[in-house]
């Protein structure tokens, strides 16, 4: 606006100075440009608006149709939550109507059951008011019987008063006196009849203590069958040729004594042709002697530094056996959560033994035998096969530990983290520690009975023959025997007494005497029988 001002003020200015032709020559280089300029102007100013104006018109409609489109779209939700609502509330009411008909159902059940209680109440009732009926009726006639009884009562009281006196008179004795010799009279045959009623009683008990011990030994046995082997102190090894003694010995012996000095063991060549025997007490080394021996015969190559290597690569294996054994064995009983050391110690037990019986064989028979027994009684078969495994563990333990097996076992045990009621059952099962738990009592039963197996153990005739004289002696020491034996390989003592010295009565406390004292001063497998013989002989001749 502006600028138009200014042209038109300059175009005045021009008219008044310039005639019409000049003003025209003179105004056509002058306005030409801002002519254009205004039309260029008035001409985008036209386009600007037209632009606006459709830009305006396409945004009112995207505006309509988004509002449109979410107007059509909350409708639709609309619809939808009022269609989900409806489900849900019929699930509702249906549930709702479920659950009141199943309530209904129950308070009926209840009200019939009510009724019927009701009914069987009216009966008991009936007939509780018919037995107190009876019981007056029958209260009735106790109390004329018992008058009765009153009246016979005072009668036998007057007859027995005469004839008490008419007694004294006839004896020449006064009731006390006859109370006196009754009574000691009565006094001699109770003794005598509790004598008899006493050794009746005692027989009985031990044939039912005999048959139910019988019955659960034997099923236990019966269903425990385990091969029993038996090794002495040498084992021997066969050569290919006599040529192989030469090579086993070497130059200057130096080949055996490597030999010996790896293993421990004592190597026997020139007394068996073409064998050679390994002596030695400790079992483990044994074997590894003779594996090691084997393989290097085996080999051909025998000179101390192969029997070093051959022997250190034998004793992993035997490492490994022993684990593996141990594993095994604890696999077959069926027991878990042992301690790893623990394990290897009972595989250390398959090369150890006691009176030739092998510890472990003896210890799994035990652990079966106890599983067995403790599930004739009720009690846990699980602990018991774990007590009996385990109730030897202290022989496999070296010198180093003081003690007999049983304490030192159950110690060991305990370090390894069993329950007390394992290492208390193991500690006791010898009764050299005093113990309430039933699995010693159990454990030292199987142990008895594994051991008492005919041909399970070995012992010397020296050891034998001691234990039968032992057991001997405490028989003869006794007043009023005159000789014993003993018989079934020490399993029976036959005790003879005199007749005249000792009763009947006095024989049945004798033979309890001498198996108490047995069971306290002699150390025996198995269970031994004492008989007390007592024998009466009348001889008279005819002439």
Same mark, same amino acid.
């Given at each position: ?89 019929? %699930? ?8 009141? *008909? ?64 008419? $007694? ?24 005598? @009849? ?36 038996? %090794? ?6 066969? *050569?290919? @040729? ?5 090579? $086993? ?92 050391? *623990? ?64 304490? $030192? ?49 070995? %012992? ?84």
């Amino acid at each position: 606006m502006i600028m138009m001002v200014e042209i038109q003020a300059v175009a005045g200015a021009l008219l008044w100075n310039f005639s019409e032709g000049e003003v025209m020559e003179l105004m056509v280089p002058w306005l030409l440009p801002p002519l254009i300029l205004m039309v260029g102007i008035a001409v985008g100013y036209g386009l600007h608006s037209l632009l606006c104006r459709a830009l305006n018109r396409d945004a009112h409609r995207r505006a309509n149709e988004i509002l449109r489109t979410a107007r059509e779209q909350s409708a639709a939700l609309v619809r939808q939550a009022r269609s989900e609502s409806r489900i849900i509330a019929h %699930e509702a009411r249906e549930a709702a109507e479920k659950e009141l *008909l199943a309530r209904y159902r129950d308070l009926e059940g209840f009200e019939e059951r009510l009724m019927q209680r009701d009914v069987r109440i009216e009966q008991r009732s009936a007939m509780l008011d018919k037995k107190e009926s009876l019981l007056e009726q029958q209260m009735a006639e106790l109390e004329k019987k018992q008058a009765e009884v009153e009246t016979r009562r005072q009668e036998l009281q007057q007859q027995i008063a005469v004839l008490q006196a008419r $007694i004294e008179q006839t004896a020449a004795m006064s009731v006390e006196e006859a109370r006196r010799m009754l009574l000691q009279r009565t006094e001699e045959e109770a003794r005598t @009849s509790m004598s008899h009623l006493l050794k009746k009683i005692l027989e009985e008990t031990r044939r039912e203590a005999d048959h139910q011990a019988r019955e659960i030994i034997v099923a236990a046995i019966e269903r425990c069958a385990l091969n029993q082997t038996g %090794e002495i102190t040498t084992c021997s090894v066969s *050569l290919p @040729s006599e040529e192989m003694k030469g090579r $086993i010995i070497g130059r200057d012996g130096r080949n055996i004594r490597s030999l010996e000095a790896e293993t421990g063991c004592n190597f026997l060549i020139d007394d068996t042709p073409e064998v050679v025997v390994i002596s030695g007490f400790d079992p483990l080394r044994r074997e590894i002697a003779r594996r090691s021996l084997e393989r290097l015969i085996a080999d051909g190559r025998i000179h101390p530094a192969r029997i070093e290597e051959v022997t250190a690569a034998v004793k992993d294996e035997v490492e490994t056996i022993v684990r593996e054994t141990g594993e095994a064995a604890l696999a077959e009983l069926r027991l878990t959560g042992v301690a790893p050391e *623990l394990a290897r110690t009972i595989g250390l037990l398959k090369f150890r033994h006691s009176f030739s019986q092998n510890v472990l064989q003896h210890s799994i028979e035990t652990a079966h035998l106890m599983g067995l027994m403790a599930s004739e009684i009720g009690l846990d078969a699980a602990i018991a096969r774990r007590v009996g495994l385990f109730h030897d563990i202290g022989k496999a333990l070296d010198h180093r530990l003081e003690g007999n097996h049983a304490a $030192i076992g159950a110690e060991f045990l305990k370090r390894c983290g069993e329950p007390p009621i394992v290492w208390q059952a193991v500690g006791a099962h010898h009764h050299e520690a005093d113990s309430e738990n039933i699995y010693a009592v159990l454990a030292a039963a199987a142990d008895a009975i594994t051991a008492a197996r005919p041909g399970a153990r070995a %012992e010397t005739t020296e050891l034998y023959l001691k234990r039968l004289e032992q057991i001997e002696g405490i028989a003869n020491k006794h007043e009023g025997v005159k000789t014993s034996y003993a018989v079934y390989a020490g399993r029976e003592l036959r005790v003879i007494v005199a007749p005249d010295k000792v009763d009947d009565a006095r024989a049945m406390l004798l033979a309890r005497d001498i198996s108490r004292e047995i069971e306290e001063q002699v150390r025996y497998p198995g269970q031994i029988r004492v008989t007390v013989i007592r024998e009466t002989r009348c001889v008279e001749y005819a002439r």
